[in-house]
């Protein structure tokens, strides 16, 4: 059985992502990310990237996702809010499920952050 027929398989996973990007754009932290965005393409991307990441046979459809986020200057504390929605999102999923969901978008980080935390290196 595979992390994503675990999880449910389509249905709850895919409701889970929709809940997690609607959360993100209306974060007060992080949402100014989202504003003027397609959240119904965002969805179907991040989507395709958890099922994968859960074992699905889904093949992902989205721009190349480093450098369409590095365009986007995501600070490390920007990501750590994103894991932190994404954890709260993924609560009621098996631990293994929430476990290899969150290590995938952890793998994520030090390619798509621009290396700098919440304070700008200026201000440090």
Do not use: S
Not at 49 to 56: E, I, K, P, S, T
Not at 58 to 76: F, S
């Amino acid at each position: 059985m595979t992390l994503f027929q675990a999880a449910g398989g389509e249905a709850p996973v895919r409701a889970a992502v929709d809940r997690f990007v609607d959360r993100m754009a209306q974060d007060f932290v992080i949402g100014f990310f989202f504003a003027g965005k397609d959240l119904a393409r965002i969805k179907v991307h991040e989507y395709e990237h958890a099922a994968r990441a859960l074992g699905a046979d889904t093949r992902y459809t989205g721009e190349p996702i480093v450098p369409t986020h590095r365009a986007l200057r995501i600070n490390a504390g920007q990501f750590r809010r994103r894991l932190a929605l994404l954890r709260a999102e993924l609560a009621a999923f098996p631990e293994a499920v929430r476990e290899r969901w969150l290590e995938e978008q952890r793998r994520l980080e030090a390619l798509i952050t621009d290396g700098t935390d919440c304070v700008p290196p200026e201000l440090a």
